[in-house]
């Protein structure tokens, strides 16, 4: 089993900063892309940022500048330090990673999801 757990969400004033970490445990051998997505009140989730397990990342572009993707491998965590808040930035984000896992017969390659952390973004 693997779980994803996203923490550091909240309330802030526009213009304000947040950081999101995703902490992934369970039985693990390794963790490829890692990322965030969001999902506002009636839309799709939506990709926010991704990062390789070498440290490249990339954005959506409505946080390009604003919002910074990071992971520390050792601790198989995944931060989001998200700058210069707007009020279109209120959401329920998730944490993703392409999880790599043992099984029985060899290794297992999925997509693994944690519960979300709101974030708001008062005007």
């Known amino acids: 089993q693997v779980q994803l757990v996203e923490s550091g969400g909240g309330l802030v004033q526009a213009g304000g900063s947040l950081r999101l970490s995703c902490a992934a445990s369970?039985?693990?051998?390794?963790?490829?892309?890692m990322g965030w997505y969001r999902q506002a009140p009636g839309k799709q989730r939506a990709f926010v940022a991704a990062i390789t397990r070498s440290g490249s990342a990339n954005y959506a572009d409505s946080v390009k500048g604003r919002f910074t993707i990071s992971r520390d491998n050792a601790k198989n965590t995944v931060y989001l330090q998200m700058n210069n808040l707007k009020p279109e930035d209120t959401a329920l984000y998730y944490c993703?990673?392409?999880?790599?896992?043992?099984?029985?017969?060899?290794?297992?390659?999925?997509?693994?999801w944690g519960q979300g952390t709101q974030v708001t973004v008062s005007s």
């Open positions: 993703n990673g392409k999880i790599i896992t043992p099984q029985a017969m060899g290794f297992s390659l999925n997509d693994h």
């Open positions: 369970g039985s693990i051998f390794s963790i490829n892309d």
